[in-house]
Every structure is written in C-alpha cells, then in structure tokens.
C-alpha cells in the first residue's frame, strides 16, 4: 500500500521559512516523479514544484521560482520542499504527490496524494 506523510508545516510570519518533508513507502521511490502541490481556500489545486522520474530534472511554477527548492533523498524515501521568503499568498495546503509519468507537472497525472500539510503565512 503506498503512502505519502507530509510534515513540516505549521504557522510563519511573511519572510519567513519552512521546509516540508514527504516520506514515501510502499513504491520504488527512484521509478516515480515526486513533487508537491497546494491548494489556498476556494481555489484549485495547483502545482507547485517537481522531479523528473529520473530526478535529473526539477520544474516551478513561476510564482514560487527564486523562493523554493525541492530535494530528494532515495535512500531515505523523502522529498523536501524548503520554502524561503514566504508570503501571505503562499498560504495553502500542501500536498506530497507521486507520479509514474516521466515529469510531473499537472493534478491529471498523480498517481498518489499525501493527506496534506497547512501552511499559513501572516502578514
């Protein structure tokens, strides 16, 4: 049975940082694209930042470029997420995400969700 558990989350004023941690289990983490997603109160999931299945390569979304940085550790099963500068606008849930697709950039193509972290940015 695969699972991903987030955590790492919790409340940060603006400017501020927080790394969140995934563990994987239960999946061949090195055959999957790992990444992360949130999604803010009334809004769509959205993507945030992710590794190619082979983890050669990374991808961002525009609004987080410059500011996050995600990481892998095959041994450990984990992927990081760590998160400099935050904004309010940052504030969301944020989702741990597994994809037998070659790269993971989009909801369609997760193969598994983690329940899920908050993360709440005051300003």
């Known amino acids: 049975q695969v699972q991903l558990v987030e955590s790492g989350g919790g409340l940060v004023q603006a400017g501020g940082s927080l790394r969140l941690s995934c563990v994987a289990s239960g999946l061949t983490f090195s055959y999957y694209a790992m990444g992360w997603f949130r999604q803010a109160p009334g809004k769509e999931r959205e993507f945030v930042t992710s590794?190619?299945?082979?983890?050669?390569?990374?991808y961002y979304a525009d609004s987080v470029k410059g500011r996050f940085t995600i990481s892998r550790d095959n041994v450990k099963n984990t992927v990081y997420l760590q998160m400099n500068s935050l904004k309010p606008e940052d504030t969301a849930v944020y989702y741990c995400a597994a994809s037998q697709a070659y790269w993971l950039a989009s909801v369609s193509t997760v193969n598994y969700w983690g329940p899920g972290i908050q993360v709440t940015v005051s300003s």
């Open positions: 590794f190619s299945r082979s983890g050669g390569s990374t």
